[in-house]
Each structure stands twice: as structure tokens, then as C-alpha cells.
């Protein structure tokens, strides 16, 4: 009797504590702007000002090594939101697969926290846009249950992080960084607009007052972001949430610019990464360490107390056993451009091996032809005869293998491919490459890419609207959705 006794009291202080427990498990907000590079004033960039996410950064965690698996957007969010590289559960072609059941045991991690007991939200009301973009490439929808097979809900709701939703985890896209329409717009509003004579270009750019307002452009967004993320602070002060809700910050894929966003140089990958945790982490650290965009994913399950699916290739950069030397970053398909290279970052060097070489960088993709006015311009200065060496080199023959020094040259400007001095490391990082892509070896073949309607856009332009098509090889932004919409009411 005695010993029953005990036995349910025990059962009721384990309940208990599990409840206590419970309590005390963070909330999490994973902020997402899109399409963005280190291009933050915490992170030493100047002419432009982000006052909220230089205090973030001043109260948690600056990563400066923080790279994504693949610099086009699906492929990225589906490599976070499984917590594994995309090419192992055959996520890596962008907007492919979109009608395809996520092969097993793949689950999106959202699950596993709903699992847990968390709360899961998409968006935010008052974020421009409303923040609910998911964009992974496998049958999926936003809201609602998921058991893989029927259903395939992501998150539980969308658009607001409540007192009584805690635990919960809330995803917000920021995309007024993303390239698009309103850009003008954004710096028209801007009280105080970012001044193209004060911005530093990177030098494989050229020096043209177009591209310096671009860039200028660019950055007017990031102020805009920043106040979006300064509201979010705010209001985890207001709703009483904000001591324990871990914030993370991040970018989904590097600048949409020449060699960013596309490339596996370093403006494609390397991506910000900011955590504030007022009752769990310290103040002002920087953090030097390697990181994957997928750790960040089996760092929240971590954070939320759950254990990491063995599927997993992220790892918790809490745990005090993290180890990570390398990231392995693949490019694949983005619209009707099949590019295969694979990628290696460490702390030192990158490696790239080009398995089409033949698929030149300055591709002539359609959908970029839109939103890259420096490519016009650059075009223009090269048949002038205007471009310097390291400007040039986005126009040269691509090599099937690159090597750089990133101490040394951290823009990516000298392929040490034949500099004797790096063989070791060049024949190290070529096997580790393709180590890596043997062990992520998709684990389907199935392949059901959509039609890029960007190319029958250009094309319309082109005939139709030749005057708009000037304006774009002048370096002007016409708008792909513009054009689209236009397109789709006359075709
Ligand atoms: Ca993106």
C-alpha cells in the first residue's frame, strides 16, 4: 500500500515537472529576409543604418560564418525546413516536386516541434507581405494537419504569436528585401534615403552610377526590414513574451546580384545569422565557428528539448560537441537553367566543382534578365571595352574546378586551380566534395520541374515591348510582375 503510494506520488511530481518543464520551453521566432547578404550595418557595412538588428546583435549572437546548402530560394528553405541538405531527399531542384510526397522518413520539423506540444505559426499581420512564404519543393500546404500521406500541413496557423500559444514557433518571411516591384517605392518613402556616392561596392563590379543606385536601392530595403524586426521586438516586449522567445535572424540566400544569389561564391552562401535569448544566452558574442543553414533547424529542435531525427545532416550549434568544419553547397536547377556544381566552404578556403562548365555564369537566365540591371550595364561596359580584370571575370570561361583563398582573397577573384602551392588542399576539398555529394545521393529520381513562364515573358517583352526592353538593358527595373501580368492578359 505504502509503496503504491509512493509510486503515484512520484508519477504526480514527474507530471508536474514535465508540465514545469513545459512552461519554461522557449518560445521561437525564425526571421527569414530574403535575398540578403551580410549587407548589415553590425556587420560592418557602410551607408547603410539597421539600428534594431545591430541591438540584436549587441544582446545575443553574431555568426559570421553562416552558410546555406543551395543560393536559390526552395532549395534552401527546403534543406531548413527538413533540417537535412536538399539533395538527399531530392528537394534541390527549385520549384520541382511541388506535386510529390516527401519521400520517408523525411518529416518538416515543424511536425516534430506540433509533436512536442508547440504551437506552429506562419507569417506575421503586420510584416509587409505578411511573411507566410514556405516555397520547399514537396507536396505540402500551408495550414493544417501533416501525416505525409493525406495530409500535409505545415504550420498550425497563420499571422499572430499569442501569450497563450506559448510554446510556440512562428516562421515570418521579411521579403521586401526579396527583388520586386515596390523597390522605388520603398526608397521614394524612405526619409532618409541611402546615398549611392557612400555605398562599397564589391570590385567584381563595375564603378557605373546605375549600379551604385541599385546597390543604394537594395540597401534602402534593408532599412526597412530592420524597422519590420524592430516591431517584432516590440511587440514580444508588449505581449510580456519577450525574456524567453529565442530570435532567430537570418537570410534565406545571398543578394540577388551578380555572383550572389544563383552562385556558390560566397555572396550567394554565406548568409547573416543573429540569435537573441534574453534568459538563455549571453549578451555581445561573436561566434566564428562554421555554420550550416540546417543547424539552425536541429538547433531549435534542440532549444524546444526534442531529440534530432537521425535523417538529420544539421546539428545543434548549442551542444557543446558541435563540430562542424565545412558546409557542402549545391546549385542545381533554377528555371530553365540544369546547373550542377557542388560546393565546399571551411573557414579557410572554397571549393567549387562545375560539373557544366559549359553553362557560362552570365547565363542569360530570363527571369534574371529582369532583376539584375548591373548584367545590362556590364554587358554594355565589356563590348565598350570598359571592364577591368576582376570585372571581367563574370564574363570569362567558367572553369570546372575553382579553389580560393578566403583569408586572402575573400571576394573570390583568383581561382588557385593551378597554383601549385594549394594542391593538398585542392585535391583534399575535391574528394571531400564528392564524398559529399556520393553520401546525399537523392533518395528518388523523381524529377517534375515547372515551366518557366519568365522565358515566354522575356520573349513577349522583346517583340511587344520594345521600348520597356530598352529601358531594361539601360539598367532600369520594368518589373517581371508587371510584365507578367501584362503578358498573361494578352496571351
Ligand atoms: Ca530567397
Not at 570598359?386 to 571575370?393: F, G, M, R
Request: net charge negative; aromatic share 10%; hydrophobic share 35%.
Amino acid at each position: 500500500m505504502k509503496k503504491s503510494l509512493l509510486y503515484i506520488l512520484l508519477v504526480a511530481v514527474q507530471f508536474l515537472m514535465s508540465q514545469e518543464s513545459r512552461k519554461n520551453r522557449p518560445n521561437i521566432i525564425w526571421v527569414m529576409a530574403e535575398d540578403i547578404s551580410l549587407d548589415l550595418a553590425c556587420y560592418g557595412t557602410k551607408a547603410v543604418k539597421t539600428p534594431f538588428l545591430d541591438q540584436m546583435a549587441a544582446d545575443g549572437i553574431l555568426f559570421n560564418n553562416c552558410f546555406v546548402t543551395n543560393p536559390i530560394c526552395s532549395p534552401s528553405r527546403s534543406a531548413m525546413i527538413l533540417g537535412t541538405h536538399q539533395q538527399k531527399s531530392n528537394t534541390h531542384n527549385h520549384r520541382s516536386n511541388r506535386d510529390v510526397v516527401l519521400p520517408k522518413p523525411f518529416v518538416p520539423f515543424t511536425q516534430l516541434l506540433r509533436d512536442a506540444g508547440y504551437t506552429t505559426i506562419l507569417g506575421h499581420k503586420d510584416v509587409r507581405g505578411k511573411g507566410r512564404k514556405i516555397d520547399v519543393n514537396f507536396k505540402h500546404t500551408p495550414i493544417g494537419t501533416w501525416d505525409g500521406e493525406s495530409n500535409f500541413g505545415i504550420y498550425d496557423k497563420y499571422d499572430e504569436f499569442l501569450p497563450k500559444d506559448a510554446p510556440f514557433f512562428s516562421q515570418i518571411t521579411l521579403n521586401v528585401t526579396h527583388r520586386g516591384d515596390w523597390w522605388d517605392d520603398i526608397r521614394a518613402q524612405s526619409k532618409h534615403p541611402v546615398n549611392p556616392n557612400d555605398v562599397e561596392l564589391p570590385p567584381y563590379l563595375a564603378d557605373d552610377p546605375v549600379i551604385r543606385l541599385d546597390w543604394a536601392k537594395y540597401l534602402d530595403q534593408m532599412e526597412y526590414m530592420d524597422a519590420e524586426v524592430g516591431m517584432l521586438f516590440n511587440e514580444l516586449e508588449r505581449k510580456g513574451l519577450a525574456d524567453n522567445t529565442v530570435v532567430i535572424f537570418i537570410g534565406d540566400n545571398g543578394r540577388c546580384n551578380v555572383r550572389g544569389k544563383g552562385y556558390l561564391h560566397d555572396s550567394g552562401l554565406r548568409i547573416p545569422l543573429l540569435v537573441k535569448w534574453p534568459k538563455g544566452i549571453d549578451k555581445g558574442q561573436i561566434d566564428d565557428r562554421i555554420i550550416s543553414s540546417t543547424d539552425i533547424t536541429a538547433t531549435i529542435l534542440d532549444l524546444a528539448g526534442i531529440e534530432k531525427p537521425d535523417f538529420m545532416t544539421g546539428k545543434s550549434f548549442m551542444d557543446k560537441k558541435f563540430d562542424r568544419s565545412e558546409v557542402f553547397a549545391s546549385r542545381d536547377l533554377w528555371d530553365e537553367i540544369p546547373e550542377k556544381s557542388k560546393a565546399i566552404t571551411t573557414d579557410k578556403f572554397k571549393y567549387i566543382r562545375n560539373f557544366k562548365p559549359e553553362i557560362p555564369w552570365d547565363a542569360h537566365q530570363a527571369y534574371l534578365e529582369f532583376y539584375r540591371p548591373a548584367i545590362h550595364v556590364m554587358r554594355r561596359l565589356k563590348e565598350e571595352g570598359k571592364l577591368n580584370k576582376n570585372e571581367s571575370i563574370f564574363f570569362g570561361v567558367k572553369p570546372t574546378e575553382e579553389l580560393y583563398d578566403l583569408e586572402k582573397d575573400p571576394f573570390e577573384l583568383h581561382n588557385l586551380v593551378l597554383d601549385l602551392e594549394y594542391a593538398a588542399v585542392l585535391q583534399k576539398m575535391r574528394q571531400q566534395t564528392l564524398d559529399y555529394n556520393n553520401a546525399f545521393t537523392p533518395v528518388t529520381e523523381i524529377y517534375n520541374p515547372v515551366h518557366a513562364e519568365s522565358v515566354d515573358v522575356l520573349d513577349w517583352v522583346k517583340k511587344e515591348k520594345p521600348e520597356d526592353y530598352k529601358r531594361m538593358l539601360a539598367g532600369e527595373e520594368i518589373g517581371f510582375h508587371k510584365m507578367l501580368n501584362e503578358y498573361k492578359a494578352t496571351n
